[in-house]
């Protein structure tokens, strides 16, 4: 497969640009645009419709995967109740609250158990979640291996434990950005046909955020052109994060008299 693809561009770097279609205005519509005329043209080879119920489960899962894209990696570790530590990457992963502080990961069943992760923090109630960078990528993807129960990923992906103040799972000392969780809800998710339990769904309360000082902007918020992190697609791709473009979100009591002008000349 290497010899099949170019090499890493390690001179890339993150930058903010324009939005696609900075001219667009209230009520246009997309094929108005040159960008979005384009994109519609696709839609003279039609459509293709799934049915979720008769569909292949793998397929499903592949198709599910390719299209909800980029997805955010929580890089999880867990303590076992025996002291087993546990390190894996999970990228049905996002923030569901900023008050009280709460993050969600999904963690699907395994061939014949519940994952090690999942397992862990039922019993434990406590986890850490790190975000991964572009220069340990290769050493988070690692601890996605099939090992068997009672092996720690720690070892072979060469990563540092660095102790948690709160939790006793350790964080990840490359990573630039962890969050100490305690466990706030699990949701057991079952197949509504057979019964059969497929998925947990974890809740977790952010009690401490590690975040390094080089990484922040002046505002104290997070550079993604530092933090360099790195997002799950389909099959066995990872995307980095090469541009943003910024769009200003409108307020209504300052655009009420325009969109309302753009509506009517459209009716």
């Known amino acids: 497969m290497a010899a099949d693809i170019p ?6 770097e993150y930058r903010s640009t324009l939005s696609p279609n900075p001219q667009w205005t209230y009520g246009t ?9 384009a ?5 003279k080879d039609g459509w293709k419709v799934v049915d979720t119920a008769t569909e292949d489960k793998l397929k499903l899962y592949q198709l599910m995967i390719s299209g909800i894209v980029p997805r955010p990696i929580a890089f999880v570790s867990t303590v076992s109740e025996s002291g ?6 999970f990228s049905w992963f996002n923030m569901v609250s900023h008050y009280p502080p709460l993050v969600s990961i999904s963690c699907s069943d395994g061939p014949q158990r519940l994952k090690d992760t999942a397992g862990n923090i039922k019993a434990t109630k406590a ?3 790190n975000i991964i960078s572009e220069p340990f990528v290769e050493a988070a ?7 068997p129960e009672g092996v720690s990923e720690w070892p072979i992906s060469g990563l540092t434990k ?18 100490e969780c305690e466990l706030f809800q699990t949701i057991d998710v079952a197949d509504p046909e057979s019964g059969a339990h497929t998925t947990t ?5 952010v009690k401490y955020i590690h975040v390094r000082k080089d990484i922040l902007n002046e505002r104290g918020n997070v550079d993604p052109a530092k933090l360099k992190p790195v997002g799950r697609m389909g099959d066995i791709s990872y995307s980095r994060v090469g541009e943003g473009f910024r769009i200003a979100r409108p307020v209504w009591a300052n655009e009420q008299e325009t969109i309302k002008k753009a509506i009517e000349r459209e009716e």
């Open 7 to 12: 090499p890493f561009n390690s001179s890339f």
């Open 39 to 43: 994109w519609l043209e696709g839609e």
């Open 127 to 129: 986890f850490t979640v």
């Open 141 to 147: 993807n690692v601890t996605s291996v099939d090992a």
């Open 84 to 89: 087993v530590e546990n390190l894996a990457p």
């Open 162 to 179: 660095e102790k948690s103040i709160h939790v006793k799972p350790p964080r990840v000392k490359e990573s630039a950005f962890s969050m």
């Open 201 to 205: 769904l974890i809740l977790g309360h």
């Open 29 to 37: 519509k997309v094929a108005d645009t040159p960008v979005g005329k």
